[in-house]
């Protein structure tokens, strides 16, 4: 019995030296790879002129379509490669890699893969994107596919389940071009095999989109992101500098107001005027202030708080909004109380005063 529990015992330790083996080699060819695509995206990103760019990515596609091939590929960080998106989807189902190529008219072309993992079949579908934006409506209204694809650069992937299949809503951003950036909201699912882009579950006012476009002044920042807690996309208003500029989206900049998609079921609902809310946080962070008493400045640390203006614990006076009307009133009271407080009350007696100097009457001598 001693024997055969032995004998257990050396094939789980010699299976499990193997399977690391295994790993550790297989992280060594893709660790190996990596370098070499480091090296290539290096040889692309310092060409000079479009005709070298085309052919330094033609090099490092091919490469890294070869690469992918590999299953593994498809849980490798690929860190190493500073200026290539590689992003998970959070069911860990899908990986979209993609990157863009400047053009010397300072417009950009895009470029990538989307890797699919289908758990029954243990296996990695692999899809190239080809970038046809050159060809396409500038606003495309209609479902596009993998060689018919509106090129962007993707940073967020967003699941929506429906029945028992998932649609990803993605945000991305668009160098559309020298004068105007673009942030869009697009969709992306599978029909088989087949990877298709664009679905009609935006509703905007009276409009039902399938896709979504905010272009803006290359001169400006738009935020587009995600709220997980709120179930929502919250991104900055965009208002035309002037009014005679309404239509021309290069001149178009935040006004410090935000909209929102509310994800309503499978729907993305637009909601206008929306408050943007700081993440509760509860980690620390350092800060250095003013001691009072040396005047020295000292290292502090204290609680990422929002500190509710409301004040419901009690611990102050509770906040009120003021209109600029209502404050200019109370400003007003203000000075007139302080007018007041600044006259003293004269108790002296007017029979003892002096009618010419206003001050006491002398006393005249006796002889």
Do not use: C
Not at 117 to 122: C, L, S, V
Not at 184 to 206: A, E, H, N, R, W
Not at 222 to 236: G, H, V
């Amino acid at each position: 019995m001693r024997f055969f529990v032995r004998m257990l015992r050396t094939i789980v330790f010699i299976s499990l030296i193997t399977f690391a083996t295994q790993a550790i080699a297989q992280d060594t060819i893709l660790s190996n790879r990596e370098s070499n695509l480091v090296m290539l995206l290096n040889d692309l990103r310092s060409a000079k002129d479009d005709v070298e760019k085309e052919e330094k990515n033609a090099l490092f596609y091919a490469y890294f379509l070869e690469s992918l091939t590999d299953k593994d590929a498809y849980s490798y960080p690929f860190s190493q490669l500073k200026s290539v998106g590689v992003i998970d989807s959070p069911d860990g189902l899908v990986r979209i890699i993609n990157w863009n190529i400047e053009q010397d008219d300072e417009t950009q072309k895009y470029y990538g893969f989307v890797l699919k993992k289908d758990e029954r079949k243990d296996e990695i579908l692999v899809i190239e994107l080809f970038d046809n934006s050159a060809e396409l409506p500038l606003r495309p209204e209609e479902i596009l596919t993998a060689d018919n694809w509106y090129g962007a650069l993707y940073y967020k992937i967003i699941p929506v389940e429906k029945g028992s299949k998932t649609a990803y809503t993605l945000l991305g951003w668009d160098g559309n071009s020298s004068s105007s950036n673009v942030k869009l909201i697009d969709v992306m699912y599978f029909s088989g095999t087949q990877l298709k882009f664009g679905s009609p579950i935006f509703k905007v006012k009276d409009q039902i989109l399938k896709r979504v476009f905010y272009e803006h002044s290359e001169r400006a920042v738009m935020t587009l992101r995600y709220e997980a807690e709120y179930k929502r996309i919250i991104f900055d208003h965009l208002s035309p500098e002037s009014p005679n500029l309404v239509g021309f989206y290069a001149y178009y900049i935040p006004d410090l107001s935000y909209d929102a998609f509310i994800l309503d079921g499978t729907k993305w609902l637009l909601k206008e005027d929306v408050i943007g809310i700081n993440a509760m946080d509860e980690e620390k962070m350092v800060v250095f202030v003013r001691n009072e008493r040396n005047g020295k400045v000292e290292r502090k640390t204290i609680k990422k708080e929002w500190e509710n203006p409301d004040d419901s614990n009690g611990n102050g006076t509770p906040h009120v909004a003021v209109t600029p009307e209502e404050q200019a009133i109370e400003e007003n009271g203000n000075k007139k109380n302080k007018e007041e407080k600044s006259v003293k009350k004269d108790n002296r007696d007017p029979s003892k005063m002096s009618t010419t100097l206003g001050g006491k009457k002398r006393r005249k001598r006796r002889s």
